[in-house]
């Protein structure tokens, strides 16, 4: 299955879309004369990209959940519909997993969430990791007709259909095809859950970034709830051409070479982290040098042959 593939080594790396680095210098200015507002990532290069991190190894690709561009969240995204992408990714793709960070549920009808990741599952030959979410942008639930302060409840009811539980609610003789077990499903943060009920009905977590000191204690009261089940969390990065430049953090990651890189995911293995997502939209080197640079260098220290 996609979440043993996941954690097949104490730590597995893998990276987060889009492969962009519209943060860095030269991609504020190519934005600009682009005319793409800010958070709106050029695109023109994604099939090839992820071409790219699929030979080289990278373990998953995760892609976000964002139905409506805001520009003072100031953030799009991937810019394509989160399964519709997934689909296309998966034809450009053999090995690399496909995981969502994260579907909002309580903005989708939950059946139709079912049928497209068992759509995705079988298609992509089992490389789906469903990461859910509650949201965290107000703006949008009055435009789909959901209730803010009731996105936890809608939550809980949804994970019950995409694992099965409401299919009882079905007329004799209704099925949903294609009729996949269900994928991994990963939780964002506790979805206005308790960690108790995250634990217990989650096949994993993703964690939001922070330093491996941070991930300590979140590990241990995810391990607290939820036993062996894998801890996912991501990494902004700007990696510099000097492998031995020192790490210099910033807001949920790090700027460094290969060899800080290469501590900064050793203290993540050691704190219990099971998979890092690298996140390149601040990365100042061209993104197929430094996809390379990683591929080449830094995979083979945490990846089995």
Request: hydrophobic letters at 40%; aromatic letters at 8%; zero cysteines.
């Given at each position: 299955?996609?979440?043993?593939?996941?954690?097949?080594?104490?730590?597995?790396?893998?990276?987060?879309?889009?492969?962009?680095?519209?943060?860095?210098?030269?991609?504020?200015?190519?934005?600009?004369?682009?005319?793409?507002?800010?958070?709106?990532?050029?695109?023109?290069?994604?099939?090839?990209?992820?071409?790219?991190?699929?030979?080289?190894?990278?373990?998953?690709?995760?892609?976000?959940d964002v139905p409506l561009y805001d520009p003072d969240f100031g953030d799009a995204a991937q810019v394509f519909e989160t399964f519709t992408y997934l689909g296309y990714l998966?034809?450009?793709?053999?090995?690399?997993?496909?995981?969502?960070?994260?579907?909002?549920?309580?903005?989708?009808?939950?059946?139709?969430?079912?049928?497209?990741?068992?759509?995705?599952?079988?298609?992509?030959?089992?490389?789906?990791?469903?990461?859910?979410?509650?949201?965290?942008?107000?703006?949008?639930?009055?435009?789909?007709?959901?209730?803010?302060?009731?996105?936890?409840?809608?939550?809980?009811?949804?994970?019950?259909?995409?694992?099965?539980?409401?299919?009882?609610?079905?007329?004799?003789?209704?099925?949903?095809?294609?009729?996949?077990?269900?994928?991994?499903?990963?939780?964002?943060?506790?979805?206005?859950?308790?960690?108790?009920?995250?634990?217990?009905?989650?096949?994993?977590?993703?964690?939001?970034?922070?330093?491996?000191?941070?991930?300590?204690?979140?590990?241990?009261?995810?391990?607290?709830?939820?036993?062996?089940?894998?801890?996912?969390?991501?990494?902004?990065?700007?990696?510099?051409?000097?492998?031995?430049?020192?790490?210099?953090?910033?807001?949920?990651?790090?700027?460094?070479?290969?060899?800080?890189?290469?501590?900064?995911?050793?203290?993540?293995?050691?704190?219990?982290?099971?998979?890092?997502?690298?996140?390149?939209?601040?990365?100042?080197?061209?993104?197929?040098?430094?996809?390379?640079?990683?591929?080449?260098?830094?995979?083979?220290?945490?990846?089995?042959?």
């Amino acid at each position: 299955m996609s979440i043993e593939k996941l954690t097949r080594e104490p730590l597995s790396i893998g990276i987060e879309l889009p492969l962009d680095n519209d943060w860095s210098t030269s991609g504020q200015l190519k934005r600009q004369q682009d005319g793409r507002p800010f958070g709106v990532p050029d695109m023109s290069e994604h099939a090839a990209r992820i071409k790219l991190a699929d030979e080289l190894g990278f373990r998953a690709a995760w892609v976000r959940d964002v139905p409506l561009y805001d520009p003072d969240f100031g953030d799009a995204a991937q810019v394509f519909e989160t399964f519709t992408y997934l689909g296309y990714l998966s034809s450009l793709t053999r090995n690399i997993l496909l995981g969502t960070a994260a579907v909002v549920l309580p903005l989708r009808q939950p059946w139709l969430v079912r049928k497209a990741a068992s759509t995705l599952q079988t298609l992509s030959g089992d490389r789906l990791l469903l990461g859910v979410a509650s949201g965290d942008r107000p703006v949008e639930y009055p435009l789909f007709g959901a209730d803010y302060a009731a996105r936890g409840e809608s939550f809980r009811a949804s994970v019950g259909i995409l694992k099965g539980e409401a299919d009882s609610a079905l007329q004799p003789g209704l099925r949903l095809l294609p009729a996949t077990p269900p994928p991994p499903l990963l939780v964002a943060g506790l979805a206005q859950q308790t960690p108790e009920w995250v634990g217990k009905n989650m096949d994993g977590w993703l964690s939001y970034p922070g330093t491996p000191a941070d991930h300590v204690s979140r590990v241990k009261l995810w391990r607290n709830v939820a036993g062996d089940k894998p801890y996912v969390s991501f990494i902004h990065l700007d990696l510099t051409d000097n492998a031995d430049a020192p790490i210099q953090r910033h807001r949920f990651g790090i700027k460094s070479g290969r060899n800080g890189l290469i501590q900064e995911l050793s203290a993540m293995r050691d704190a219990g982290v099971n998979h890092i997502g690298l996140h390149f939209r601040r990365n100042q080197r061209p993104l197929e040098e430094t996809m390379q640079e990683i591929g080449q260098l830094v995979l083979p220290e945490f990846h089995r042959a």
